[in-house]
C-alpha cells in the first residue's frame, strides 16, 4: 500500500513534442505528489508538486493532472526540449508521516532533435 | 544561498568495513533526511532526524545509523558493509514549520561503492 507505481520505464520523444508520465499510487492518505528530475550525477530536483483537492496544476511547460478517483497522477510536459533529457520520478508522501518521500521506480526521458 | 551539500563526493570502502558519510542541510532548515538509491532505481527512505533525534526510519536494518548536530548537520553511518550498500545516498532537507514545509531539497548525493 507504500508504493508508487510509475511507467513507462523509457521514454522517446522528438524536439517539441509532448512526454507524458503516468503514476499510481494505493495509499488514499497520501496528501502531497511531487516529481522530480534528475539529471546524471546530481541529486533530484523539485519540478512541480500538486495536492489532490486540484485536478491539474501547470507551471511553464510543465503540467501535473491528478484523478483522486483512479488513485493516478500524471507529468506532461509541453513542448519537450534536448535539455529536458532526464530521469523523472514521482513521488507521494503523507504530510501527517513527516513528509516521508515514496518514490516510484523512475522514467528515464530522451528528447531527441 | 547554499543549498544542501554532502560530502564525501565519490567513496570506495571494502566488504565488511565502516563509512561516515556528512550532509549539511539548506539554510533555515531543520529537518534532514537520508535515502538510498540504488543504480536505476527510485531513492528509499532510510531515516528523518529533527532536533538531534530520529524521527522516522524505514526498511533498513540496524547497520545504519546517524545522527543529528546542533547546526542541524547530519552524518550518515553504516557498518559491516555489504556489497548490496553500494548506491547513491542522498540528503534531504526541509523546514519543518512554515507554508513550504512539505518542500525537501536534495544534496548532489555521495556515491557509495563497496568492494
Known amino acids: 500500500q507504500q508504493q508508487v507505481k510509475q511507467s513507462p520505464q523509457s521514454l522517446i520523444v522528438q524536439k517539441g513534442g509532448i512526454s507524458i508520465i503516468n503514476c499510481a499510487y494505493e495509499?488514499?492518505?497520501?496528501?502531497?505528489f511531487p516529481w522530480y528530475q534528475q539529471f546524471p550525477g546530481k541529486g533530484p530536483a523539485l519540478l512541480i508538486a500538486?495536492?489532490?483537492?486540484?485536478s491539474e496544476k501547470k507551471e511553464g511547460r510543465f503540467t501535473i493532472s491528478f484523478n483522486k478517483s483512479a488513485k493516478q497522477f500524471s507529468l506532461h510536459i509541453m513542448d519537450s526540449q534536448p535539455g529536458d533529457s532526464a530521469t523523472y520520478f514521482c513521488a507521494a508522501t503523507l504530510s501527517g508521516g513527516y513528509n516521508k518521500l515514496i518514490f516510484g521506480a523512475g522514467t528515464r526521458l530522451a528528447v531527441h532533435p | 544561498d547554499a543549498g544542501v551539500t554532502q560530502s564525501p563526493t565519490h567513496l570506495i570502502k571494502t566488504r565488511g568495513q565502516q563509512v561516515t558519510l556528512r550532509c549539511s542541510p539548506k539554510?533555515?532548515?531543520?529537518?534532514v533526511s537520508w535515502y538510498q538509491q540504488a543504480l536505476g532505481q527510485g531513492p528509499q527512505f532510510i531515516f528523518q532526524?529533527?532536533?538531534?533525534?530520529?524521527?522516522q526510519r524505514g526498511n533498513f536494518p540496524d547497520r545504519f545509523s546517524g545522527h543529528q548536530f546542533p547546526n542541524y548537520s547530519s552524518e550518515l553511518n553504516v557498518n559491516a558493509l555489504l556489497l548490496g550498500d553500494s548506491a547513491l545516498y542522498l540528503c534531504?532537507?526541509?523546514?519543518?514549520?512554515?507554508?513550504?514545509?512539505?518542500?525537501?531539497?536534495f544534496g548532489p548525493g555521495t556515491r557509495l561503492t563497496v568492494t
Open positions: 500538486i495536492r489532490p483537492d486540484v
Open positions: 495509499n488514499t492518505a497520501f496528501d502531497y
Open positions: 532526524y529533527y532536533e538531534e533525534e530520529e524521527r
Open positions: 534531504a532537507s526541509r523546514s519543518d514549520r512554515g507554508a513550504d514545509y512539505e518542500r525537501q531539497y
Open positions: 539554510s533555515g532548515h531543520d529537518t
